[in-house]
């Protein structure tokens, strides 16, 4: 049976891991701004208001982080996106800080959401971040976006080209956080991944 919306609850931001409680298992959502991260957390929790969403890149300034309601300790982290070229260097500087940190040193994280833009692809930016993830070996779930942006005729050829950018044969889900396409599959991947088998990663 597909699971239903997951019962997220917003638990609190951070600017440092430091300021984090402890935690039982983390999965986070790693992607370049404006790639879908807050949106499909929020579509699934099927809560629009849960997570800050926004047209321009840089909604997301924070480590937010979202519990399981259903399984205290177990934890969605929204992350701040990559490769947003119009805030300061500071500011991007700080961002990067604040996404390294978390990611290298947060040890309850139990595998990232890797987010692709559907519509653009895997781009260099995201292929540099994979190959980081590998080196820290952080299990990846890769999640493809707006799959309603993508043509109907272009959906078969636009997937091939994903997964062999990506190096892999298969594991790649694809979502809309518009129209809800996949996300009974990934609920029960995060759930899985959270509070059930460990990771189902691609190859
Ligand atoms: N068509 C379509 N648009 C989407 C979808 N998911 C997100 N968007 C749009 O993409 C834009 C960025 O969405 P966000 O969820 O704020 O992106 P983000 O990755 O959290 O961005 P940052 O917080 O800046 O890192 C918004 O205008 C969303 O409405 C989708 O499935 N389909
Ligand atoms: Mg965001």
Do not use: C
């Not at 929204?78 to 604040?98: C, F, I």
């Amino acid at each position: 049976m597909a699971p239903p919306p997951l019962q997220l609850r917003f638990l609190q931001s951070a600017a440092k891991i430091d300021q984090l409680p402890a935690s039982r298992a983390e999965v986070a959502l790693v992607g370049r701004s404006n790639v879908g991260k807050s949106s499909l957390l929020n579509s699934l929790a099927n809560r629009k208001g849960l997570a800050r969403t926004s047209k321009a890149p840089g909604a997301t300034k924070l480590l937010n982080i979202f519990e399981l309601d259903t399984h205290p300790g177990s934890w969605l982290v929204d992350l701040p996106g990559y490769g947003y070229a119009k805030v300061s260097a500071n500011e991007r500087q700080r961002w990067r800080h604040m996404i390294e940190q978390y990611l290298t040193e947060r040890e309850a994280l139990v595998a990232v959401l890797m987010l692709i833009d559907g519509e653009i692809g895997p781009t260099r930016l995201d292929i540099e971040t994979q190959a980081w993830l590998h080196h820290l070996g952080v299990p990846i779930l890769y999640v493809a976006t707006k799959h309603d942006k993508v043509k109907a005729s272009k959906r078969q050829s636009r997937k091939t080209d994903v997964l062999a950018k990506l190096g892999v044969s298969s594991g790649v889900s694809w979502v809309s956080a518009h129209k809800g396409v996949g996300l009974p599959e990934l609920r029960a991947r995060i759930l899985d991944t959270l509070v059930g088998d460990g990771p189902r990663v691609s190859d």
